[in-house]
């Protein structure tokens, strides 16, 4: 496993992630059953991913009001989860797989074979059925728990839903190498997607501006393409005519 230096949220973290697959993307690659995706689904993650390469920024990074809460209230779960447990969560950036292809953001490392996942939702109901039936937690979120697992080597999570009123929800998660195969066959099949895309936009003299920014060591900026490019993005990336919209 590869860690890079940059704290979560940090516009050095944000180019790291850029053009690759990550955790995030993990439940549009592989269902929480185990099922692998495949067609239109992959492909618009695929085309992505080049996106992001090409242009050198985020496609939407626009913060949902839940995305805000969950933000506000991390630390303070966090603590929770360390003083019902009394175990040290470490905060953690970028790991990476040993090639770089793929990488995942835990919330926190814990010893030296945990993982910490925080979630605070921002439904109440959401929480309370957590509440009564763990198990769905644990579903919920099987893709991005079991990927963060398998890229950093790790060989538990403690999935941790925290809420201020009711009681928290703790669910340990441990690696399950059959499901950590598939997910490792389907991130394979979408990077050498990807990189094949990569290649193919290159030759026809596309610029990739995240490329530019990561030698020149400067944070992501917004360049504007022709129309012409960004139908190329979703080409390359084998996204048929009538789904590019």
């Known amino acids: 496993m ?14 790291a992630r850029l053009g690759r697959i990550t955790a995030s993307d993990f439940e549009r690659l592989i269902t929480p059953t185990g099922k692998v995706a495949r067609g239109t689904t992959v492909n618009r993650l695929c085309a992505e991913k080049v996106a992001e390469w090409i242009l050198g920024h985020e496609l939407d990074s626009k913060e949902t009001e839940a995305m805000a809460w969950g933000k506000t209230y991390e630390q303070r779960a966090v603590e929770s989860y360390q003083i019902e447990t009394g175990l040290d969560a470490v905060p953690v950036g970028l790991c990476l797989l040993d090639d770089g292809s793929v990488g995942a953001s835990p919330d926190r490392l814990v010893g030296s074979d945990g993982l910490l996942e925080v ?12 509440l009564l039936d763990p198990s769905l937690l644990e579903t919920a979120y099987r893709p991005q728990v079991q990927g963060q697992l398998w890229v950093t080597g790790r060989k538990w999570c403690d999935l941790y839903a925290w809420h201020e009123i009711m009681p928290t929800v703790r669910v340990r998660v441990v690696a399950d190498p059959e499901w950590e195969a598939s997910l490792s066959d389907a991130c394979a099949d979408a990077t050498a997607r990807i990189e094949a895309a990569k290649k193919s936009l290159l030759a026809r003299g596309v610029v990739s501006h995240l490329e530019v920014a990561r030698r020149n ?22 996204l048929p005519p009538k789904e590019r919209k």
């Open 2 to 15: 590869i860690q890079d230096p940059h704290a979560q949220g940090t516009d050095g973290w944000r180019l």
């Open 119 to 130: 979630k605070c939702p921002f439904s109440h109901a959401v929480h309370a059925g957590y």
């Open 217 to 238: 060591a400067k944070e992501p900026t917004k360049f504007a393409t022709t129309p012409d490019e960004f139908d190329a993005v979703f080409e390359a990336a084998g």
